[in-house]
């Protein structure tokens, strides 16, 4: 009796050891998910400060959930951790960061410029 008992206790153990890899990406996943809106609903994609944290989230994850449809269930993990890091770092830098605002009077600025150095380079090349 003991000895089936021991059996069963192994099965349903190891049972759950197989387990494991899906399910911890999975809540990983959600947790990534969560945090990618909160980061989003503080503008993270458009603040200075926050962009890159952002952008590097989004593309561990969608690499994370590539891995976890290889079964690659280690990695998956490892990288939705990542994404899970980068996404709270974009969302504690876009609470503060300031906004990245473009003033058309810049645009205009920069338009000038570039024409002055376009022209400066043509007239070096016919000095030559």
Not at 55 to 62: D, I, S
Request: aromatic share 8%.
């Amino acid at each position: 009796m003991r000895y089936v008992l021991a059996i069963l206790l192994v099965l349903v153990a190891g049972n759950g050891l197989i387990g494991c890899g899906p399910i911890k990406t999975t809540l990983l996943f959600q947790d990534v998910t969560k945090e990618l809106k909160a980061a989003e609903r503080n503008e993270a994609d458009q603040k200075i400060a926050s962009v890159y944290y952002y952008w590097a989230a989004r593309e561990y994850f969608t690499k994370a959930k590539q891995e976890h449809g290889y079964s690659d269930f280690d990695e998956s993990e490892i990288l939705a951790k990542k994404a899970l890091e980068l996404a709270r770092t974009a969302t504690a830098k876009a609470e503060t960061g300031k906004k990245r605002v473009v003033e058309p009077e810049d645009l205009e600025q920069n338009k000038k410029g570039a024409k002055s150095k376009s022209k400066r380079r043509k007239s070096k090349a016919r000095n030559r």
